[in-house]
């Protein structure tokens, strides 16, 4: 299975942007890189996922490195309510590998205020 | 739609006592999956299961047990808890192959077990 590497733990201050990195060296040419997050005392949320082009949606923007080996999901501006563990995950497109969605770590954001 | 539910919410087990988390999906999920998360750590898949009648391990499948008799549920049973097993359980369920990358997991809000 394909694995990712994050950052244990990032500091913010509320209503500055904020850059979450994710290695994915193993990368293989069909993985999705989808992100999720996981708010206190709560089940984890899709945030947003992509595969080779850069993305937007309403709670961040995703930007994929030229040869897929890392990406960064980026807050624009970060609120109090966006301090969460992050995850990024890699979700092939399909083949045996398809269902088996292992996460890693993940990454402790701290936003303050 | 409810998406995934699981019961119990809160259980407090003795060493050795055996018990079954309940996982209903309302999606026609094909794919379903137990994981569980330790204070302060990420998630650890348990099991998980391609559709009705089919499982497979994941990465801490040992202590549990599951089965998967129809597309909507998913149980997790326990055999004689053990104090390790203590930890928070969470339920998902994900879309079959198909429809790009915009599959995307649905968790439930987890069931938090203490093995004392």
């Known amino acids: 299975d394909a694995k990712t590497t994050q950052p244990n733990s990032m500091e913010s201050n509320e209503e500055e942007p904020v850059h979450l990195p994710c290695n994915h060296s193993?990368?293989?040419?069909?993985?999705?890189i989808h992100w999720y997050r996981q708010l206190p005392s709560q089940g984890p949320e899709y945030v947003i996922h992509g595969l080779t082009s850069n993305v937007n949606n309403r709670m961040a923007s995703l930007a994929i490195a030229e040869d897929r080996k890392s990406s960064t999901l980026i807050l624009h501006r970060a609120t109090l309510r966006d301090a969460a563990v992050y995850y990024c995950?890699?979700?092939?497109?399909?083949?045996?590998?398809?269902?088996?969605?292992?996460f890693g770590q993940g990454t402790i954001l701290t936003v303050h205020p | 739609n409810a998406g995934v539910t699981q019961t119990p919410k809160f259980r407090i087990l003795k060493i050795g006592q055996s018990m079954t988390l309940q996982c209903t999906q309302d999606m026609n999920h094909n794919y379903m999956y137990w994981y569980r998360q330790d204070p302060g750590m990420g998630l650890k898949l348990i099991y998980y299961s391609v559709g009705a009648g089919i499982t497979d391990k994941g990465e801490v499948p040992n202590g549990y047990n599951v089965s998967r008799s129809t597309t909507e549920d998913f149980p997790l049973r326990l055999e004689l808890a053990a104090p390790s097993q203590t930890s928070v359980y969470f339920c998902a369920s994900f879309p079959r192959q198909g429809h790009g990358g915009a599959n995307v997991l649905t968790f439930g809000a987890g069931s938090r077990l203490t093995v004392l």
């Open positions: 995950i890699l979700r092939p497109a399909g083949g045996t590998s398809y269902g088996k969605l292992t």
């Open positions: 193993t990368i293989s040419g069909t993985d999705y």
